[in-house]
Every structure is written in C-alpha cells, then in structure tokens.
C-alpha cells in the first residue's frame, strides 16, 4: 500500500493557482513590503514559471525550488510539519530531513504546475495581524462554481516576508501534511527513516 505521503491535490492545485494568479492585483509600490504585496509578487514570479510549457521538467523543478527557497520559509514549515517528532531527531537526521523536504515539495509542485487551469485571483488590501504573523486575504475565483476562499500567513524572516501557510477554504495545507508526515511514523513503529523512506520513494516518482 502506497504510504500517504503527498497533501490534498485540490488544497495544492488551489494554492499553486493562487500563487501564480497573485500577480492580478493592483502594484502599490508604496508598500512593497507589506505582506499583501509580497503575496502579489510571488505570484509575479510563478506566472513566469506557468507560462512557459517549453520548460522541460528538471527546468520546471529549479523554477519551482526556487520559488520555494525564496518565498516559503522552508525551515519554519518543515519543523511544523514533523510535529513533536521534530524534537528527537538527531542533527544528522535533521539534515537530511531538511534536504529531503525541500526536494519533496519541489517534486509536488513541479509536477503540479502544469495542470494550472487560468484561473483569477483577488487579493485583499492589507493584512491581519496573528501574534509574530500576518494573514493576508484572498479569492480564487474560476470559470465555472463558486469561489475558494484562501488565507495566506506571513511572518518576518531575516528581514524579509515569508510564507509559512495556505489556508483553503479553513483547511491548512501544512496541517495536512503534518498529520501525514505523523501518520507514516505513527504507522511504523515511531521509526522517522520510515518517513524519510518514503519520502525518496515520491521523490524517485515511485508509489
């Protein structure tokens, strides 16, 4: 049995549609620090890497870690999604971890861009704030239903914003990893080289 390893393909179709359409608002350069319009000019960048369908795949996977490495606070977000595992594993097995997460996520995304399907988005002016983060509000909206509702968080890295979640529709997309990051440790005996194990396998494209 294929261990449950990738996030919700619609959470991910939604978020990456949201992060290539992010682009459509309106440019204030007046506040080009403000989480609203970093949220804008990720999706500048993702439009370059949707548009071009000459790009072949291992092309389309260094645009994708890019995009990753730049935007995302990997960091952040792979210690979250290991939950209370992350605090017993040894600094070896945190490398690879970390390695192993970023190729993973690259991996998901790249063979998911090509399936962006034009739709448009909406990005709320301004933020809220949540404790050290900051919510920045969205809409997708799309040909054909009604629209998705998505939150994006932020928070301040080393001087520069950061995304640490997509929320779709109230549901975490980093939530929902985590619960299947612990559910392949939990359903091998607490072992974490099990989920590492599986990892590589959707890394390599084995199920």
Known sequence: MPLPLTVSRRLLLTALAGLALVAAGPVRAAQAAAPDQFIREVGTDTLKALGDR????????????TLLTNHLDLDAVGRFCLGRYSRGITPEQKKEYD????????????QLLSQYNGETLEVRDGAKAAGSESI??????????????????THEKD????????????VS???TQRQQFESVIQNNGGKIDALFAAMKKQIAGRR
């Open 54 to 65: 000459s790009l072949t795949q291992e092309k389309r996977e260094g645009l994708v870690r």
């Open 99 to 110: 390695a192993l997460f970023e190729d993973y996520l690259t991996k998901v995304y790249a």
């Open 136 to 153: 920045v509000e969205s809409q997708i909206n799309r040909q054909s239903g009604p629209p998705i509702r998505v939150e994006w968080k």
């Open 159 to 170: 001087g520069k914003p950061r995304v640490t979640d997509v929320i779709v529709e109230g």
């Open 173 to 175: 997309m980093a939530f």
